[in-house]
């Protein structure tokens, strides 16, 4: 299967390993992966801010860009949920590229969406074996792409991995991209709420899927002096199959 | 209290959230209670319908879209057959409006007392001042309102009014105010609560109540009350008066049977509130109970400029402050901070609508777009994307501000060619990554995840640090992996 990568702005320079162990498990579970290199940002900033023009000229150049591949990949719910919940509704009054960028809706999928959904794997018959405790953050744009407990699910098939489930797990962290630096003080508030219950499992490892989401967390435990890891889904089961 | 809900404007919603933030008398009960009231709902729900939670929400939505969109049929018809019972019904194009209506069938009834149930339509129109100015002492009867009352507070949640008060602070208004002896006994304070209110409720010659649904159909008001407060409201003065907003419409009987179903379900996880009636008509001559004058004020006070095709939606709403209960925002800044009477993701988008979106800039941005109030919404209103269509309003209307629009304006522009893109993003890392070698915080030698630490930051980023530690890129970009392994 060919699939196309969409890296996303923040995992592409903050968190490039998650890239790197995205593009390994895809290819060792057969996938034939592309990076197109003309690929910048989804838009969503400039969306969710109102600066809708600026958005649909991103949008019109992430679905030129991905034309050519079958499937679409990304790390980020938050990124996917963009292309897949709003894309369409962003050229109402242009049929063409309305066309055109729903058409990249309807094959983007978050990377541990597409495992499950997708490509139907089962880690088990693949024997990812990572030893340790782990919790996991839920981001909150999975829900618009409609994704609940198959993060969990894949993590308890990782031999080893011993899952700890987090409290308020479906509250926000307090990111919401500018929301961070317009309202610092609620999405402090917010963040060290979620800091707390990552305290309360005790677990040295959080997987935290979308890059937004790991930098505010993982800001806050560092500012709090909580010990924990971060790492995404990806790079535990690249960890697991031995490719990283 | 006038000023908690009604502040000056343009209101600014900074300072009151912020002092939110830290008070810890706030952040605990609000974010307890909120957070308890929604694993509640979720079980009640989930319980109630399961797999086909969904569809039920889908049903409540659809069934109130579209009484919205043939609002005019359904008013008339609701319109015809309440009057047909013996209803008055008036019409209130504003508050005022409405408050004048209440005023004169008082005087003219020459009411002295008042016992009102909970309505958050007169605290729209701002009711009970107007009420009192005419010499018509005017008594909340539901617990929470009427400790607020006591308090001189405002409501804070559109269910729990008092969610932002504890017992503690319920004692002391009862000493204050009513001479009991101080006690944080729960049963012996609604003891204290019920033998005060049914003296009024024995004495009281107008009631006033909200109605949760108008059935068109038979010309019904629906009231639904926890405390049956609301029954002696409307049953026991002579004279009842129903405040409405136009909203609540629905088009017959049978379909209650979904709304009631998710309201109660939605906003405290019963499976129905404790006390639904269905008033159609005042007392016929056979009947012993009841009042014998029934008015129905049909609000509209900026709900018809609501109607418009693009956010005719947020009408659907049934007050079940199931999205309140959801937002992480709401548990933290509580429901004062929307500086209006309608708090929450709801408020946030509602009262932009209702009173002006050049007083409320900060409401629509106020939000992470986490997407939780959508989820838990009855009758799926989709909040998040009013949020956005707002924001988008403000840039379009020049509200947003010049430095916003630069800002955008060439952050987009830079992401449209892949050199900028690139350029931009090596400047940040560079000037990050100094910055934090400077704080000694590089970390490790791999250069896909050493990274560095900022504490502090200028700019936009100020806002982050002030907060939480900012991370730096990474030495080396996914890209530049990509080139490497895979190279052109
Ligand atoms: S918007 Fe939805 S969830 Fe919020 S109060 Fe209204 S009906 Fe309830």
Redesign the pocket.
Known sequence: MKVALFITCLTDTFYPRTGIAVVKVLEKLGCEVAFPEAQTCCGQPMWNNGHHHEARELAKRMAEVFEPYDHVVTPSGSCAAMIRDYYGEMFEDEPAWRKRATALSDKTFEFVEFLVNVLDVDLRKHGVKWDGQATYHYSCHLRGIGITDEAVRVMKQIEGLEYKPLEKAEQCCGFGGTFAMKYPQISGTMVRDKVSCIKATQAPTVISNDAGCTMNISGSCRREKVDVNFKSLAEIIAEGMGLM | MSDTLFPKLPYKLKQRADEATVNIQLQQFVNHATYSKDVARKQAMGGAFGENTDAVRDLAGQIKQHTLDHLDHYLEQFIDNATATGVQVHFARDGEQANQIAVAIAEANKCRLCVKSKSMVTEETHLLPALEAVGCETVETDLGEFILQLDNDAPSH?VTPMIHKDRTAVARAFQRELGAEYTEDAEALAQIARKHLREKYRKADLGISGGNFLVAETGSVVLCTNEGNGRFCTTAPRIHVAFVGIEKLVPRLEHLGVMLKVLAR??TGQPLTCYTHTITGPKREHEHDGPEEVHVVLVDNGRTDVLHEDTREML?????????NSCPVYRKIGGHSYGAVYS???GAILTPMLKGLENYTDLPHASSLCGA?YE????K?N?PKYLIQLRRDMVQNHLSGTGDRVTMRLWGESLQHEWSYRIGGWMQKTFARMQAKFGGTLETDDPYASRGWLTWAPGPVKGWTQERDMPTPTAKSFRHWWRKEHGR
């Open positions: 559109i939605s906003s659907r709403c049934i007050r079940c402050g199931a999205c309140l929450g993701p709801i109030c838990a919404c009855p009758v209103i909040i």
